[in-house]
């Protein structure tokens, strides 16, 4: 079936550092993906997204990646910074639908 | 901006209670879902609406329905609350019809959660 994973659960990265947060997926019909920001205690938050025609995006200190070839995506945070810590999720969607479909989620955690 | 509420953030119900977890969205949008969030596991989609009255089940309906009287309001319903049941819920609303392609209609604002516990 579809899936959407993430190759590490946790990520520990120096505050000033850069971050690459991976995402593998399944459904080559996906059109859009999306990567969201969870803190604790709160509900996930769009950071960034990218078509599947693109294969690279910025944003504020954000880049999403996308190899259409191997099926991955990876989300790359600049200078990251301790309110950067949170759970990362990415999220594919596609088709007759508005369903997305979330990977489990990568924890990054910064060290002062 | 776009504003997502859910009822309760924390709620403890004993099995077999019918619970009622409500989500209100006030940004007119088409599209709400359910999740529910389990270490490990990720969202998994347990019902969503296109529209009032309603109702398409996600990956994991069982033990669950919903209901959609009005446009802003989507409330998920446990018949009868088991221990399995137990997790964080979340409601998220998005804009668009369905297969429209664009990126609002993937676009989901999410609630902050509520976290259930069955004893």
């Known amino acids: 079936g579809e899936s959407v994973g993430l190759h590490l659960p946790t990520l520990s990265v120096q505050e000033g550092d850069n971050s690459i947060i991976n995402c593998a997926y399944s459904?080559?019909?996906?059109?859009?993906f999306i990567w969201y920001k969870q803190e604790s205690g709160k509900g996930p938050q769009f950071i960034i997204d990218?078509?599947?025609?693109?294969d690279k995006r910025q944003g504020q200190r954000v880049t999403v990646l996308l190899n259409k070839t191997v099926k991955h995506l990876s989300l790359q945070i600049a200078a990251t910074q301790p309110g950067d810590s949170a759970v990362y999720f990415c999220?594919?969607?596609?088709?007759?639908?508005?369903?997305?479909?979330f990977g489990t989620g990568t924890l990054l955690a910064v060290q002062p | 901006d776009v504003k997502v509420t859910q009822s309760s953030r924390y709620l403890v119900k004993r099995t077999g209670e019918k619970v009622f977890l409500e989500c209100v969205q006030d940004?007119?949008?088409?599209?709400m879902f359910w999740y529910r969030q389990d270490p490990g596991l990720g969202l998994r989609l347990i019902y969503f609406?296109?529209?009032?009255?309603?109702?398409e089940k996600g990956d994991i309906p069982e033990g669950y329905s919903v209901s959609r009287e009005k446009k802003e309001r989507f409330s998920l319903i446990l018949e009868s609350a088991s221990t399995n049941q137990t997790s964080m819920y979340l409601c998220?609303?998005?804009?668009?019809?369905?297969?429209?392609?664009?990126?609002?209609?993937?676009?989901?604002?999410f609630g902050p959660g509520t976290r259930l516990t069955v004893t």
């Open positions: 998220a609303s998005s804009l668009g019809s369905p297969g429209q392609g664009t990126l609002r209609a993937y676009e989901q604002y």
């Open positions: 459904n080559s019909a996906s059109d859009y």
């Open positions: 990218i078509r599947s025609n693109m």
């Open positions: 999220a594919g969607g596609g088709g007759a639908t508005n369903k997305l479909i």
């Open positions: 940004m007119d949008h088409e599209n």
């Open positions: 609406s296109y529209d009032v009255k309603m109702k």
